[in-house]
């Protein structure tokens, strides 16, 4: 029996359901229904006591179709090979439902980074990389940033990986600091993209930003970077949530305050004029969107019921059991799917690569510019398909990069389907009109 809190049988049901939509030869998903490649390490690391401990890493690569594999690396006590291999699927249909030149990856290390000390920190993320090595590069497989890995842990893997091959790569990972050839508005990406994907849904649903208020389950890279961009759309952001507490004011937290307040104490429980909150009760505010951005499987089926607000926002990756989504669905929730909602840091992932292999860097606004362009043609595009199909946005979101993965497979002679059915396609990257005003 598939176990539909793991990702991986998530996922498989979700193409399963596209390939079926599609009308596509089950050769689709066939082909596509497991990661090209798993690799499993160990990673032994000198601890600061003296003693040797191993820690178990994963990397997978789902499929190379479409271009070289391309996701994160997340350190976490709960990481498993399913949950990476899930992953890796998910960043497949992100990169292709963005238009993006890549299939999915994605890597983890079986760990809780909080209990380590930097030195034992950067033993393993140097571990990982001389493991891993052999399987990655800029045209193979490029790392990037997860849950609890940041531009620094980037900038230990890249210098890894060129002492190792005896040559200076900054296209091997993204996410890395600026001066080592990170792209401005890196950082900030994945948020500011989910910001303009909830934007844009209120657009279509008639919700004016500035009579909006909105939750926020998460405040890590990915929460803070909403929550402070949401309030700078005029937003009221009511409440947030991170691993140790929560911070709610039904008249609108100040956000400037919350961001000192969390510099000052590592949380957000106890900012400037706010009571605490749980995760159940953040998820099920009255209030417009709800944007869940921490890990999986939060929004379940007795929540779904529970929800009151017009949009759900999935910054995490899978945030939505397979139950709660049908619930959502039932009763009408505008879901911006994770792999729309959350691609901009990808995407920004993908002009920090096009910029190693020039050499030449643009701007913040810039960067800004081009990713607002791409979420809105990709919102677009998804919304289009949910529009003529009459799908629910998940669902369109992944005919739409089903159809364009089946297509390359084809097109390289992996399959023999015909993937002709009449989906409207969204632009790849270096054919995207600009259609969209900036
Ligand atoms: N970890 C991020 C994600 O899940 C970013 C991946 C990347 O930039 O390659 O989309």
């Given at each position: 029996m598939a176990d539909m809190t793991n990702p991986y049988h998530i996922v498989q049901d979700q193409?399963?359901?596209?390939?079926?939509?599609?009308?596509?030869?089950?050769?689709?998903?066939?082909?596509?229904?497991?990661?090209?490649?798993?690799?499993?390490?160990?990673?032994?690391?000198?601890?600061?006591?003296?003693?040797?401990?191993?820690?178990?890493?994963?990397?997978?690569?789902?499929?190379?179709?479409?271009?070289?594999?391309?996701?994160?690396i997340r350190f976490h006590p709960s990481v498993t090979a399913d949950e990476v291999r899930g992953l890796s699927?998910?960043?497949?249909?992100?990169?292709?439902?963005?238009?993006?030149?890549?299939?999915?990856a994605k890597g983890g290390i079986v760990c809780d980074p909080a209990e380590l000390s930097d030195a034992e920190l950067e033993a393993l993320s140097r571990g990982y990389i001389r493991r891993l090595e052999a399987v990655m590069g800029p045209e193979l497989d490029i790392p990037a940033?997860?849950?609890?890995?940041?531009?620094?842990?980037?900038?230990?893997?890249?210098?890894?990986?060129?002492?190792?091959?005896?040559?200076?790569?900054p296209g091997f990972i993204t996410g890395k600091p600026l001066v080592l050839g990170g792209s401005a508005?890196?950082?900030?990406?994945?948020?500011?993209?989910?910001?303009?994907?909830?934007?844009?849904?209120?657009?279509?649903?008639g919700i004016d930003p500035h009579q909006a208020s909105a939750a926020v389950q998460g405040f890590g890279n990915v929460g803070s970077h909403t929550a402070r961009l949401l309030h700078a759309a005029?937003?009221?952001?009511?409440?947030?949530?991170?691993?140790?507490?929560?911070?709610?004011?039904?008249?609108g937290l100040d956000i400037p305050a919350l961001l000192e307040h969390v510099a000052r104490t590592r949380g957000v429980k106890g900012a400037p004029g706010s009571e605490d909150i749980d995760s159940e009760s953040l998820l099920t505010l009255d209030v417009d969107v709800v944007v869940p951005a921490a890990l999986e499987n939060q929004v379940t089926e007795a929540i779904a019921r529970r929800v009151r607000a017009r949009?759900?926002?999935?910054?995490?990756?899978?945030?939505?059991?397979?139950?709660?989504?049908?619930?959502?669905?039932?009763?009408?929730?505008?879901?911006?799917?994770?792999?729309?909602?959350?691609?901009?840091?990808?995407?920004?992932?993908?002009?920090?690569?096009?910029?190693?292999?020039?050499?030449?860097?643009?701007?913040?606004?810039?960067?800004?510019?081009?990713?607002?362009?791409?979420?809105?043609?990709?919102?677009?595009?998804?919304?289009?398909?949910?529009?003529?199909?009459?799908?629910f946005m998940r669902e369109a979101a992944y005919l739409v990069a089903v159809h364009r993965?089946?297509?390359a497979a084809e097109a390289r002679g992996w399959i023999h389907s015909h993937p002709e059915a009449e989906v409207p396609s969204a632009p790849m990257q270096h054919m995207a009109p600009e259609t969209v005003k900036t």
């Open positions: 193409l399963r359901r596209a390939v079926a939509n599609l009308k596509l030869d089950q050769e689709v998903y066939e082909l596509l229904k497991s990661p090209m490649r798993l690799v499993e390490v160990s990673i032994p690391v000198r601890m600061d006591s003296g003693a040797l401990r191993s820690f178990t890493g994963f990397r997978a690569q789902h499929t190379d179709a479409i271009g070289p594999t391309k996701g994160g699927m998910w960043m497949t249909f992100k990169t292709a439902v963005m238009g993006l030149p890549y299939g999915g940033p997860d849950v609890n890995t940041s531009p620094r842990i980037m900038g230990w893997m890249l210098d890894e990986y060129d002492r190792v091959r005896g040559q200076n790569s508005g890196r950082e900030a990406a994945t948020g500011r993209g989910v910001v303009f994907s909830i934007l844009e849904a209120m657009h279509r649903l005029g937003v009221r952001v009511v409440a947030v949530r991170d691993v140790n507490g929560g911070a709610f004011n039904p008249e949009i759900i926002a999935e910054a995490a990756n899978g945030p939505t059991t397979p139950e709660g989504d049908h619930i959502l669905d039932e009763r009408n929730v505008f879901v911006i799917p994770d792999i729309l909602c959350n691609a901009g840091g990808v995407t920004v992932s993908y002009f920090e690569w096009v910029q190693n292999s020039m050499g030449y860097y643009w701007s913040e606004n810039e960067v800004n510019r081009k990713l607002r362009r791409s979420m809105v043609n990709a919102f677009d595009t998804v919304y289009r398909m949910h529009e003529e199909h009459g799908v993965v089946a297509l």
